[in-house]
């Protein structure tokens, strides 16, 4: 399923998959679903599509488990402005992040 929206639970509504094929009618398919919020694999995500759900009022997770569990992909849906990350290393994204937050406050 890792070319496929991740369904979830939100607000007593849930929501069906749209395929990454579906992305050009993403506002109709939104229209149809009226989700509350939205998990998307870390491989996915782009600040174009963060874009459009916050547009909305949709909040974004961003699904990082697996082979996206790594600082590479935290940065890059933190940097796509994701709303939360779920993640099987917590302490070790906080980490990560404080230690860039050091580095450029030198």
């Not at 874009?51 to 699904?63: D, E, L, M, N, P």
Request: aromatic content about 8%.
């Amino acid at each position: 399923r890792g070319d496929k929206w991740q369904s979830c639970l939100s607000g007593g509504r849930s929501m069906s998959s749209p395929t990454t094929k579906r992305l050009m009618g993403l506002d109709v398919w939104i229209d149809e679903v009226q989700p509350d919020a939205v998990e998307i694999n870390a491989g996915l995500i782009t600040s174009a599509i963060c874009r459009t759900f916050h547009q909305q009022g949709i909040y974004v997770q961003a699904k990082t488990l697996g082979e996206w569990d790594s600082p590479t992909f935290w940065d890059k849906v933190l940097t796509a402005k994701v709303n939360w990350i779920q993640t099987d290393f917590p302490e070790e994204l906080i980490a990560h992040r404080l230690s860039l937050a050091s580095h450029s406050a030198i």
